[in-house]
T-cell receptor, first 114, second 114 residues
């Protein structure tokens, strides 16, 4: 299996620009998670989906962030407009089902907003 | 609310020696899962080991083993015969049964001294 795929791996953009991060979960996995990692705040769960439906988006920082999962094999995390404080590594993870299953992480997208 | 505490921000160990990373957690639940994830410089989050709370036997994966003390809410990771490739940030994590969310500790950075 190819594992969780994220793109791009690195993104540098200017403040105010729209940023779209993409994720392809492992085939057959029903749950998908978006995390953000910074030195100051550690690893934070932003939002997660089960069977393509958003279950909990309480970790999304503000309205500038939005996430979609149009089908079982694709999800996006969008930041519009981006700000320097959004600079972080964004991880996507998937798991076979809810609850007890292990989450498998993608390689992450390193975002730098200038 | 559940919390995960890793009290050692950094540790060092001589190559080929054994090291133990500490983790404590707080929960009122009886059914849950505990994990150790490894994050090397590549930033990829890699599952090292997983423990189900209902199992009394400590989980083991090759050179990695845990000491799970349910009453004390302690979940330490022991790495035997440390290798240079073990150098990474290690995250302890908790997942309540039937809950999608994983709660991560702040991490322990492990250095391997040649």
């Amino acid at each position: 299996d190819a594992g969780v795929i994220q793109s791009p791996r690195h993104e540098v953009t200017e403040m105010g620009q729209e940023v779209t991060l993409r994720c392809k979960p492992i085939s057959g996995h029903n749950s998908l998670f978006w995390y953000r990692q910074t030195m100051m705040r550690g690893l934070e769960l932003l939002i997660y989906f089960n069977n393509n439906v958003p279950i909990d988006d309480s970790g999304m920082p503000e309205d500038r962030f939005s996430a979609k999962m149009p089908n079982a094999s694709f999800s996006t995390l969008k930041i519009q407009p981006s700000e320097p404080r959004d600079s972080a590594v964004y991880f996507c993870a998937s798991s076979p089902d809810r609850g007890k299953e292990t989450q498998y992480f993608g390689p992450g997208t390193r975002l730098l907003v200038l | 609310a559940q919390t995960v505490t890793q009290s050692q921000p950094e540790m060092s160990v001589q190559e080929a020696e054994t090291v133990t990373l500490s983790c404590t957690y707080d929960t009122s639940e009886s059914d849950y899962y505990l994990f150790w994830y490894k994050q090397p410089p590549s930033r990829q989050m890699i599952l090292v080991i997983r423990q189900e709370a209902y199992k009394q036997q400590n989980a083991t994966e090759n050179r990695f083993s845990v000491n799970f003390q349910k009453a004390a809410k302690s979940f330490s990771l022991k790495i035997s015969d440390s290798q240079l490739g073990d150098a990474a940030m290690y995250f302890c994590a908790y997942n309540r049964y039937r809950d999608d969310k994983i709660i991560f500790g702040k991490g322990t950075r492990l250095h391997i001294l040649p």
